[in-house]
């Protein structure tokens, strides 16, 4: 979007990925904005690790940079305690390097009551203003190989409320990932759903119509993955995302759109900083789909010429594994949970992907891709690990489950929270086998079993003696994986509680214990909103 802002106002600029930008170029750049999410518990994104090593580099001058304007765009959630940790790095290095911060850094966050698309409007006008040349940071796409799903089996009860799959996908070729890793999906949107849109705008007649795909102008990339020829309705299924529920951008560009004058005077408010509420009622809130809007703004025909400035692509899906490499060779397992809720509209909301997965039958072929995780198992095999993962987010942690049994290492201690041990206790046999051979501590919070609730951090408190022997005595590692609503906070509070209460710390040096973990690689967070 800050691309699109540029290029409005005649400016000439390079639009490229923190992974594919030529590092050693940084010191003849004269202005650059850096846009960063943050990963894991702080952790920098994937594609910024080079450059991010690159800038920390202990024998870097303090001028080096002092020629360079910048500024800096986090993109975050403040759900999260390090919240846009990686932007706040970032923009730290580059003024001990002497660059010239022309603005504030901006912080975008995901729990806005508007929204991630709001807040940096005056912020991109501003840094228009200084721009004579720029740099945006996308992500590059990781390979991808081609898979066949042999299993998608419900392993949650049909009258619950939650529908969790076990997906197994075994590859062509011999694959290696690391537990923790992360599995790279590329949902597609249902055919009726393309089907309605090209009749809604009148492409039919052009849907299986081979096109070419060019850039607008040089220095500005294709979107991730994007072929260079492709039909509309290729197009609509794999690549642009018709499902999402739109942000301000999408309404701007289709007001230009709309014939009706009261439809359009609309989409004007909707895109005037005094119609933000209104919007956010309309569409952030009830989580109402651009297909339920074209259906709505009944005059907005989208020329075909700008589809990919209406639509944005599909951002490909990431699950933690819950299978080890070493266990299951060239197979990767899932433990998915469907998105399937409503909200004041009468259609019950769904996910683009977990749908496509519920779906998806097997022997069903398809492309997926790997990546790192932000956890790793210990290399001492003999150091003990205390893992804490509710509902799905169990996932990564049984894939360390099978490693470390593979290892003959039996020092594990899994804290696993559901609502009911008859319904929704995921791999309960799998934890049931390992305790009776010894080789896992499993302590099982089932929220909803009694009358009061009882998550994990209540049976953390519990164990305060045994959490301070593993994480203290003996350096253990700790785990937390799943929700990042109020979870990994309360998890972190209640470790801490455990070692004020059995070393006589006071709470400021619990704290800056778990601190000390973080920093030595061994507290690790996987969570997500």
Not at 228 to 236: F, G, S
Not at 329 to 348: G, M, S
Request: proline share 5%; with cysteine.
């Amino acid at each position: 979007r800050i691309g699109k802002e540029a290029v409005r106002r005649h400016f000439n600029i390079r639009v490229m990925a923190m992974d594919a930008y030529p590092v050693e170029s940084l010191i003849d750049e004269s202005l650059v904005i850096f846009v960063c999410s943050t990963t894991g518990n702080g952790v920098e994104p994937r594609n910024m690790a080079g450059l991010w090593r690159a800038l920390i580099r202990a024998d870097l001058p303090s001028d080096l940079l002092d020629h360079m304007r910048f500024a800096v765009f986090g993109l975050g959630d403040s759900s999260y305690e390090r919240f846009n940790w990686a932007a706040k790095k970032l923009q730290r290095r580059l003024i001990s390097l002497g660059a010239v911060e022309i603005l504030p850094r901006g912080d975008a966050d995901d729990q806005d009551y508007y929204g991630i698309s709001i807040s940096p409007i005056d912020d991109i006008e501003a840094a228009t203003r200084h721009l004579n040349g720029m740099t945006l940071s996308s992500q590059n796409e990781p390979r991808r190989f081609p898979v066949t799903m042999t299993r998608n089996d419900r392993t949650t009860p049909s009258n619950w409320f939650q529908d969790v799959r076990q997906i197994e996908f075994v590859s062509d070729e011999e694959i290696s990932y690391e537990p923790g890793d992360v599995a790279v999906l590329y949902p597609e949107t249902p055919k009726e759903d393309v089907e309605w849109l090209m009749h809604r705008m009148g492409w039919e007649a052009l849907s299986t119509v081979p096109h070419s795909i060019e850039p607008r102008q040089n220095g500005w990339p294709l979107p991730q993955g994007f072929p260079r020829i492709t039909t509309i309705e290729e197009l609509l299924i794999k690549y642009l995302d018709i499902s999402a529920v739109p942000r301000r951008s999408f309404f701007e560009c289709i007001r230009h759109f709309a014939s009706d004058e009261r439809e359009k005077e609309k989409l004007e408010e909707f895109c005037s900083k005094e119609g933000q509420e209104d919007l956010h009622s309309y569409a952030t809130r009830p989580r109402r789909t651009i297909l339920e809007v074209l259906s709505e703004f009944r005059s907005v025909k989208i020329p075909l010429e700008y589809i990919t400035d209406a639509f944005s692509t599909i951002r490909p899906r990431q699950f933690s594994i819950a299978s080890a490499a070493n266990v299951h060779p060239r197979k990767i397992q899932l433990c998915v949970a469907i998105v399937n809720y409503r909200t004041v509209l009468k259609a019950p909301r769904t996910g683009l992907c977990t749908r496509w997965l519920a779906n998806m039958q097997g022997g069903t072929r398809l492309e997926v891709s790997l990546g790192k995780g932000t956890m790793n198992l210990p290399s001492d095999d003999s150091k003990p690990i205390v893992m804490i993962g509710p509902g799905t987010g169990v996932a990564p942690l049984r894939a360390f489950l099978e490693e470390r049994i593979l290892r003959i290492a039996k020092d594990n201690l899994l804290y696993f929270g559901c609502r009911s041990k008859a319904a929704d206790c995921h791999y309960k046999g799998e934890w049931d086998a390992y305790v009776s051979r010894g080789e896992l501590v499993c302590r099982v919070a089932a929220s909803r079993d009694q009358e009061d609730k009882v998550y994990v951090q209540h049976l953390i408190r519990e164990d305060s003696k045994l959490i301070y022997d593993k994480i203290v005595n003996r350096a253990g590692y700790v785990y937390v994986c799943g929700s990042s609503n109020q979870m990994p906070r309360s998890v972190k509070k209640a470790v801490v509680d455990c070692l004020v209460e059995q070393s006589g710390w006071d709470e400021e040096r619990a704290s800056e214990y778990v601190k000390e973990m973080e920093l030595a690689g061994r507290w690790g967070e996987e969570c997500w909103s």
